[in-house]
């Protein structure tokens, strides 16, 4: 999976967070909160994160609401499989990858791996 860009990452979050379909205009507005942007750069985004499938829409009116097709945390499971995918020995890589975590999320990825194997069981 390739990493989003800089803008589809911004109107993903805001898509994300919101957890709402929302319209390019209503992006354009939060963004410009913070930063300039263009009307007609946000609506050019916008459609090149639905052709990638990342976004489903439908027609509200005159104007497409935008809904995400996958979460954020879908999303940053599949950049982890890239990464462990970079690597020629995935076991090592994984052990590098939990040597950095934290007690909470050592703690959450035991949690995980007990509910993953529940469902096998299942």
Do not use: C
């Amino acid at each position: 999976m390739r990493r989003l860009g800089d803008l589809e990452a911004e109107i993903m979050d805001r898509l994300w967070t919101w957890n709402r379909p929302a319209t390019v205009r209503e992006v354009v507005d939060d963004i410009n909160k913070t930063r300039p942007v263009a009307y007609t750069t946000v609506m050019t985004v916008t459609t090149i994160l639905h052709s990638k499938g990342w976004l489903v829409r439908s027609k509200q009116g005159r104007a497409w609401l935008y809904t995400p097709v996958r979460s954020r945390e879908a999303y940053a499971a599949a950049l982890m499989e890239d990464g462990l995918g970079a690597s020629q020995d995935r076991p090592a890589a994984l052990f590098h990858f939990v040597e950095n975590m934290s007690e909470d999320e050592v703690a959450a990825l035991r949690e995980a791996l007990r509910n993953v194997g529940r469902r096998d069981e299942s």
